[in-house]
């Protein structure tokens, strides 16, 4: 172990009773200032917290210190009801038949059900009938690619017994899609 040569500052007299001159005598009450400033900023996160949740929940009018504003009533105004096409049975359409459920060959018993009924678009060779790429849905629909297939997709449902209807470009290689949700029940 090196040793290094003594120097002044390694003669500390024995009666200096502090060492560290640069240190004052602690001030009175010095200890409550750094708490109070303490609980302060603590106060003021927790009620910059409070406010910023009620915001994010959309909830900033039910605190008591923001007042809610009563909102002006503004009449609504007139709304002309779109049409709705009249369910109309076409039955040189093209439908397509996809079975969404795990019941097996549902597709195809539902085309040939559809065909007593009158849509010889369902018929093998006219329309296409195949399993969905899912087998877990819920509520059979009837997509209409186009406007002027409306009336012949509410005359489906209405053939089907169940479902809903809806235009989408989901489906465009055919103009009525049937998606056999587990709400379908054979005839």
């Known amino acids: 172990m090196a040793t290094y040569p003594k120097d002044r500052f390694d003669n500390v007299p024995d009666d200096l009773l502090r060492t560290g001159a640069h240190r004052g005598p602690a001030k009175r009450g010095r200890g409550w200032v750094a708490f109070a400033w303490a609980a302060l900023a603590t106060g003021l996160i927790v009620l910059v917290g409070v ?3 009620a915001a994010a929940n959309g909830k900033l009018d039910e605190l008591p210190f923001f007042p809610s504003t009563p909102t002006p009533t503004v ?3 007139s709304v002309t009801p779109t049409p709705t096409a009249a369910p109309t049975l076409n039955p040189t359409i093209s439908i397509t038949v996809l079975n969404a459920t795990p019941t097996a060959g549902l597709a195809n018993k539902v085309g040939d059900a559809l065909v007593k009924d009158g849509w010889r678009g369902a ?3 006219v329309g296409s009938r195949a399993n969905a790429a899912t087998t ?12 002027a297939n409306e009336g012949a997709a509410r005359a489906l449902v209405q053939s089907l017994k169940v479902g809903s209807i809806l235009l989408s470009q989901v489906y465009t290689a055919s103009p ?12």
């Open 51 to 53: 406010v910023g949740l």
């Open 176 to 187: 009525l899609t049937v998606v056999i949700g587990s709400d379908y029940k054979l005839p």
């Open 75 to 77: 009449a609504a105004p």
């Open 136 to 147: 877990d849905v819920k509520a059979t629909v009837v997509y209409y690619s186009h406007p």
């Open 123 to 125: 018929a093998l060779g």
